[in-house]
C-alpha cells in the first residue's frame, strides 16, 4: 500500500512532466505542416485535441537546430500548438524561451510551411500556405499566452 502511494504522489507531481505522443489523424480532412528550425535552439512542440481551452496536449518529438520535420495534422478546424525553443545546459537541464501557443485554420489538402528564427533578444516565426508554389500565401497566426496546466489534459491557455 505504501508503495502505490508512493507512486501515485511522484504521478500528482510530475504530472505536467508525463509527455503524451502526437497522434496524426487517420481519417478526415488533413493538412501538411513543414516545421522549419532556423534558431540557434531547439525548437518544441505540441499539438492540442482542443483548441478552444488548449486541452489534450500532445507532444512531437523536438526539432533540433536547423533542422526540419513534417506532421500531418487535421484540417478544416482551428488548429492549436504549443511552442518553445529550449537550450541545453549541463546536468541534463534545460532553459525554455518563447514559450506560448499558435492558432489557426487549417485548409483541406493543404500544405503549409512554419519557420521559427530567433535572435539574442527575440523569437519569431512564420507560417506560409505553399500550396500553390508559385504563389505562398502568408498565414497570420494567432498568438495566445501559455498557462501552466497540471496534466496532458488540463487547460494550457485561457480561450
Given at each position: 500500500m505504501k508503495k502505490i502511494l508512493i507512486i501515485f504522489t511522484?504521478?500528482?507531481f510530475t504530472g505536467c512532466a508525463l509527455n503524451?505522443?502526437?497522434?496524426?489523424?487517420?481519417?478526415?480532412?488533413?493538412?501538411?505542416?513543414?516545421?522549419k528550425n532556423n534558431s540557434k535552439r531547439n525548437l518544441?512542440?505540441?499539438?492540442y485535441k482542443v483548441s478552444?481551452?488548449?486541452k489534450g496536449r500532445q507532444s512531437v518529438q523536438k526539432i533540433l537546430s536547423n533542422t526540419e520535420t513534417k506532421h500531418v495534422t487535421y484540417a478544416g478546424k482551428e488548429l492549436t500548438f504549443q511552442y518553445y525553443l529550449t537550450n541545453s545546459k549541463i546536468g541534463g537541464s534545460f532553459e525554455s524561451y518563447c514559450l506560448?501557443?499558435?492558432?489557426?485554420?487549417?485548409?483541406p489538402n493543404n500544405s503549409y510551411i512554419f519557420s521559427s528564427y530567433d535572435d539574442s533578444r527575440s523569437c519569431k516565426w512564420k507560417m506560409?500556405?505553399?500550396?500553390?508554389?508559385?504563389?505562398p500565401?502568408?498565414?497570420?497566426?494567432?498568438?495566445?499566452p501559455w498557462i501552466s496546466g497540471f496534466d496532458e489534459n488540463s487547460s494550457f491557455c485561457n480561450g
Open positions: 511522484a504521478l500528482l503524451i505522443k502526437y497522434t496524426p489523424p487517420v481519417s478526415g480532412p488533413i493538412a501538411n505542416i513543414q516545421f518544441s512542440l505540441a499539438f478552444t481551452g488548449c506560448l501557443n499558435l492558432r489557426f485554420l487549417p485548409k506560409v500556405n505553399i500550396t500553390n508554389k508559385e504563389k500565401i502568408e498565414i497570420k497566426l494567432k498568438a495566445i
